[in-house]
């Protein structure tokens, strides 16, 4: 027996043009089977919740959504669309909610708190919802999309995750990591290494945005600094936590134990005295979970 889907995981949050709306549309949703909410409350910095929505869902697109709500919609759009692998529309029609999930995998909904009703807007959300990627829409005259567009639609979203990424560097650890071969991490999903040089050893990471690094701990302290992207380290064992984006740097010492969240693709280069080991302190389901409510805290 097949065991039951997760519930899609929607993230919502406004600005107090939207707050009104927002509280009614999240009543709604709640009654909805199938859905887990994670209401991120009202803020005044429309920017500020409007980019930790996108967070949120940019660390996990294939499982989670956003909903957002200020004045206009179109502020808050914008401010999620500056994370990797989101897709924000303002929507003001249910019919605008259709065309931007077939057309566009829109993941982020922003509506306007100054110009739509709540009925109005559980029905541009149940557009929203029900409607799958290359679905037919209003733009393809409620068809299905014929071959030539089909194949766009399948391409278009890696080529769009692409965008913002293609800066070249100068950087020579850059520049040593092209070309280079890397090896699965095998009991950590989604992370590859490459040795560089062994005892004192270094060595090019990668990680794939929304892996997790369970509880772990090493038998030697290693610096990083990171390349690009964006993680969370918690340090269990001094109970102490690290955001860290392109050019960090932090030290962990030997036998720390930590957790680490990858928010979107990231490379760092690190280096430690010995060879390589690692044990492992949790699995990675309890890892999720609690990083799950860190994270919802925060």
């Given at each position: 027996m097949d065991s039951p889907s997760p519930p899609l995981k929607i993230y919502t949050g406004a600005d107090p043009f939207g707050a009104a709306l927002k509280e009614a549309v999240v009543k709604?949703?709640?009654?909805?089977?199938?859905?887990?909410?994670?209401?991120?409350?009202?803020?005044?910095?429309?920017?500020?919740?409007?980019?930790?929505?996108?967070?949120?869902?940019?660390?996990?697109?294939?499982?989670?959504?956003?909903?957002?709500?200020?004045?206009?919609?179109?502020?808050?759009?914008?401010?999620?669309?500056?994370?990797?692998?989101?897709?924000?529309?303002?929507?003001?029609?249910?019919?605008?909610?259709?065309?931007?999930?077939?057309?566009?995998?829109?993941?982020?909904?922003?509506?306007?708190?100054?110009?739509?009703?709540?009925?109005?807007?559980?029905?541009?959300?149940?557009?929203w919802l029900s409607t799958p990627f290359k679905a037919p829409c209003p733009a393809s005259e409620k068809k299905p999309w014929d071959e030539g567009i089909?194949?766009?639609?399948?391409?278009?979203?890696?080529?769009?995750?692409?965008?913002?990424?293609?800066?070249?560097?100068?950087?020579?650890?850059?520049?040593?990591?092209?070309?280079m071969e890397f090896e699965k991490v095998e009991i950590m999903p989604g992370g590859e290494m490459r040795i560089v040089r062994e005892s004192p050893t270094s060595a090019y990471v990668r990680f794939k945005a929304g892996s997790v690094e369970p509880a772990h701990h090493h038998t030697f302290g290693h610096d990083l600094v990171v390349i690009k992207g964006k993680k969370k380290v918690w340090n269990l064992t001094k109970k102490e936590s690290y955001d860290l984006t392109d050019g960090d740097f932090l030290f962990t010492p030997a036998d720390d134990v930590h957790r680490v969240k990858y928010f979107t693709d990231t490379e760092f280069f690190i280096r430690w005295d010995g060879h390589w080991d690692i044990f492992l302190d949790e699995d990675l389901e309890k890892a999720r979970e609690e990083i799950d409510r860190e994270i919802g805290k925060e």
């Amino acid at each position: 027996m097949d065991s039951p889907s997760p519930p899609l995981k929607i993230y919502t949050g406004a600005d107090p043009f939207g707050a009104a709306l927002k509280e009614a549309v999240v009543k709604h949703l709640q009654s909805l089977p199938g859905l887990e909410i994670v209401d991120l409350g009202t803020d005044p910095k429309y920017y500020a919740v409007a980019s930790a929505v996108g967070r949120h869902v940019s660390s996990a697109p294939d499982s989670t959504r956003g909903l957002l709500v200020c004045g206009t919609g179109a502020g808050m759009s914008m401010f999620a669309n500056k994370h990797p692998k989101v897709y924000a529309t303002t929507c003001l029609t249910p019919s605008d909610a259709i065309n931007t999930r077939s057309i566009n995998s829109c993941n982020v909904l922003a509506l306007s708190g100054l110009a739509t009703s709540p009925s109005d807007a559980i029905d541009i959300i149940s557009a929203w919802l029900s409607t799958p990627f290359k679905a037919p829409c209003p733009a393809s005259e409620k068809k299905p999309w014929d071959e030539g567009i089909e194949r766009f639609l399948d391409e278009a979203p890696n080529e769009m995750a692409k965008i913002g990424n293609e800066v070249e560097s100068n950087c020579a650890i850059c520049c040593l990591r092209k070309g280079m071969e890397f090896e699965k991490v095998e009991i950590m999903p989604g992370g590859e290494m490459r040795i560089v040089r062994e005892s004192p050893t270094s060595a090019y990471v990668r990680f794939k945005a929304g892996s997790v690094e369970p509880a772990h701990h090493h038998t030697f302290g290693h610096d990083l600094v990171v390349i690009k992207g964006k993680k969370k380290v918690w340090n269990l064992t001094k109970k102490e936590s690290y955001d860290l984006t392109d050019g960090d740097f932090l030290f962990t010492p030997a036998d720390d134990v930590h957790r680490v969240k990858y928010f979107t693709d990231t490379e760092f280069f690190i280096r430690w005295d010995g060879h390589w080991d690692i044990f492992l302190d949790e699995d990675l389901e309890k890892a999720r979970e609690e990083i799950d409510r860190e994270i919802g805290k925060e």
